[in-house]
Every structure is written in structure tokens, then in C-alpha cells.
């Protein structure tokens, strides 16, 4: 069974930086792109970013220039440094991990941004 663990998520000022960690495990299968969403509340899910075999990245244009998505792949782990953060980042961050064509989702973790 594939797991999806998130961590980092927390209360910080507007300006300052949160680095969140997602571990993956449960399967064999190869990954194809780890990456990570968010939703505020009333909102939509909305992608921040996605890291793609072969260091092939993509960024929501909000965040293009602050975060930062990286991957450890011996460790199945997925990485967002967010710097220079705003209240409008404020929302519960998922992490996603694509094994082949399948989609999984992490719990969620909250990031709140005070201004």
C-alpha cells in the first residue's frame, strides 16, 4: 500500500521560509513526477509545483521565483522550499506521487501565513 508522508507545514510571518519533506513508499513501481498541490479554504486544489524524471520541473506562475522543488530519488522523497512566503500562500499543501499513470495524494499539511 502506497504511503505518502508530509511534514514541515506551520505558522510563519509573512516574507519568511518553510521547507516541506515528503517521504513515499509502499510499492516497487517506478515514479514518473512527485510535486506538490495546495488548497485554500474555499478554493480549489491547485498544482505549486511538479518535479518530473530527468529534473524536469513546473511551477504555478504564483509560485515561479520562491519555491523551490526538488527530489531525493534513492529516498522517494520530495522537497518545496517556499521563501519570501505571503498570506495568500496560506493553505493545506499535498504532496502527489505519480507511479506510472497512477495518482496518489499525502494527508495534507498546513501552512499559515500571517501578515
Known amino acids: 500500500q502506497v504511503q505518502l508522508v508530509e511534514s514541515g507545514g506551520g505558522l510563519v510571518q509573512a516574507g519568511g521560509s518553510l521547507r516541506l519533506s515528503c517521504v513515499a513508499s509502499g510499492t516497487n513501481l517506478g515514479i514518473t513526477s512527485m510535486g506538490w498541490y495546495r488548497q485554500a479554504a474555499g478554493k480549489q486544489r491547485e498544482l505549486v509545483a511538479n518535479?518530473?524524471?530527468?529534473?524536469?520541473?513546473n511551477y504555478a506562475d504564483s509560485a515561479k521565483g520562491r519555491f523551490t522543488i526538488s527530489r531525493d530519488d534513492p529516498k522517494n522523497t520530495v522537497f518545496l522550499q517556499m521563501n519570501s512566503l505571503k498570506p495568500e500562500d496560506t493553505a493545506v499543501y499535498y504532496c502527489t506521487v505519480v507511479y506510472g499513470t497512477q495518482y496518489y495524494w499525502g494527508q495534507g499539511t498546513q501552512v499559515t501565513v500571517s501578515a
Open positions: 518535479a518530473w524524471n530527468g529534473g524536469i520541473t
